[in-house]
């Protein structure tokens, strides 16, 4: 039986159950404190093949586990509980649309913000296009943040954890109160890093140009998607710093994210970028990334997992 949103079936301590059924305390250090680290994974609908596909399940593991060792909690889960337990909530539902799928591993019980356990997880699928408006825009007005984005020295943007989200939050709801969709973070230095929930691309020339890994952002596997299909397609992308400046001399640019998939920007601080529509790579890309999630391109079958029986 297919389950209405609200009545959802999620994957609980190692129950599938009704999510209102799911309760955590709220003095649990998760609810107090914001300690978790999590994955959003989308989850592509193949209407020919009726096939439900998981995204680079392992890269999601993979930086799940990264994030719970840098905030030093004890993880019990290993990858193939993971994979488990997203495959069984998702059949449980019988979801035949895309979604995205939020697995969370949270401190529960009544320690504090020091507590290294114990250490719980939740598995929700979220059908897609019900979460943040930026998300589900064809074009973006961005600002330049006047929050910068938190860097290695403080809480490090590599870690997926809750609390890290607070900061993405200030610059989203800066631009939402003067008028834009979304910003751009600067780093401590005042070079490009990324976007509140999405990492950068710029397009100069011909070639596509993303911040490097140490300039203060999330490793993101989109971002890594898009450097790869590029490649494969023989355009040829760099890694380099990025000036603001740049931001508003740029040929093309776009955000993107497993939330925000691929999605131009047409503006930054109301600087047109190009000429304010979306850009013919930006718009290619964007394509070959939708095929690639649905199990269409040959190249990158590797990266995707069926949920249902073939
Ligand atoms: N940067 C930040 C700050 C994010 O929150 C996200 C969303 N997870 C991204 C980049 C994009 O990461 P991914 O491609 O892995 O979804």
Known sequence: MKYTVENRRIWFKGEIINVNDAKINVLAPTAQFGLNVFEGIPCYW????AQL????????????LRSAKLIQIDCKYTKDDFTKALIDVVRANEY???????????VDGFGSWGSADPVEMFVAPIPRGRTSAEYNKKGLNCCVTSWRRISDETLSPRIKCGANYMNSRVGQREALRNGYDTCI???ELGKVAEGPGSCFFMVKDGVIITPKLTDSVLESITRDTVIQIAKSENIPVVERTIDRTELYTCDEAFLCGSAMEITPVLSVDKYLVGKGEVG???????????????????KFKNWIT????L
Do not use: C, I, W
Not at 53 to 64: I, N, S
Not at 284 to 295: A, C, N, P, S
Not at 306 to 309: D, E, I, L
């Open 53 to 64: 596909y998981a995204f680079r399940l392992d890269e999601h593991y993979d930086r799940l």
């Open 46 to 49: 193949n209407e020919e093949e």
């Open 306 to 309: 069926p949920v249902y029986r």
């Open 280 to 298: 013919v790579l930006t718009k290619r890309l964007h394509l070959l990334y939708l095929d690639v999630v649905r199990g269409k391109n040959k």
């Open 96 to 106: 035949d649309e895309n979604l995205s799928v939020r697995q969370t591993l949270f």
């Open 185 to 187: 973070f600067l780093n």
